[in-house]
């Protein structure tokens, strides 16, 4: 069988996530480093959209968008899956990996809403609103006290996806995380990072 291959760096909080999963998932993959800013042809020729990451299953597949191939992880994984395989549970799992993935969104928006655009052309009540909606994503999550994991005792993609979250916005937009105000998010965040998963995939600065 073909190793698959992740496409992406780890700067990128979606590629970071997959990257993890396979790892926690012990299921084998090779990695290229990709930077779709630094290298956009490379980044059309995988994907049509010019995105990561991208997870290449054989010489004539290829899957794209992280919740997807996530999806499609877990289910290789079966008894090892990360995400409840049916029920509330399942429906639990995958709100919470919602609001996370859409903290993500809304926040790697405002970033690019400054760092793509001259000064005079940034469109600051459009970036206030990104901010504040990746906020309300960040006070649900955090409303949601880890008992140690946010689903319970059992580790979870919702747990590696809010880990991985807080992680990247400690970095590229702490405005977001006021000192003291997510204790819970800080703490989950600190936990993931010291599993050797989280440590084997670390963040990568710009």
């Given at each position: 069988m073909t190793t698959m291959k992740l496409i992406g760096r780890n700067l990128s909080p979606y590629t970071r996530r997959v990257a993890i999963a396979l790892t926690l998932l012990d299921i084998p993959h090779e990695r290229e480093y990709l930077s779709v800013t630094a290298d956009p042809q490379r980044g059309l020729s995988i994907n049509p959209v010019g995105r990561v990451p991208a997870l290449q299953i054989s010489?004539?597949?290829?899957?794209?968008?992280?919740?997807?191939?996530?999806?499609?992880?877990?289910?290789?994984?079966?008894?090892?899956?990360?995400?409840?395989?049916?029920?509330?549970?399942?429906?639990?799992?995958?709100?919470?990996?919602?609001?996370?993935?859409?903290?993500?969104?809304?926040?790697?928006?405002?970033?690019?809403?400054?760092?793509?655009?001259?000064?005079?052309?940034?469109?600051?009540?459009?970036?206030?609103?990104?901010?504040?909606?990746?906020?309300?994503?960040l006070k649900a999550l955090e409303a949601v006290e880890p008992h140690p994991w946010l689903m319970g005792e059992h580790f979870s993609m919702a747990d590696v996806t809010a880990g991985v979250t807080v992680s990247f916005l400690r970095v590229m937009l702490p405005e977001l995380l006021p000192p003291g105000v997510y204790p819970n998010l800080e703490a989950l965040a600190t936990a993931c990072e010291a599993l050797p998963a989280f440590k084997a995939h670390p963040l990568e600065t710009p």
């Open positions: 010489a004539s597949e290829t899957l794209i968008e992280s919740a997807a191939i996530l999806d499609y992880l877990m289910e290789l994984a079966g008894p090892k899956t990360l995400v409840p395989p049916h029920g509330k549970p399942r429906r639990d799992c995958l709100r919470l990996m919602a609001w996370g993935s859409g903290v993500l969104d809304k926040a790697v928006n405002a970033i690019y809403e400054v760092r793509r655009r001259p000064a005079e052309k940034v469109h600051e009540p459009w970036r206030q609103l990104l901010l504040s909606q990746a906020t309300g994503g």
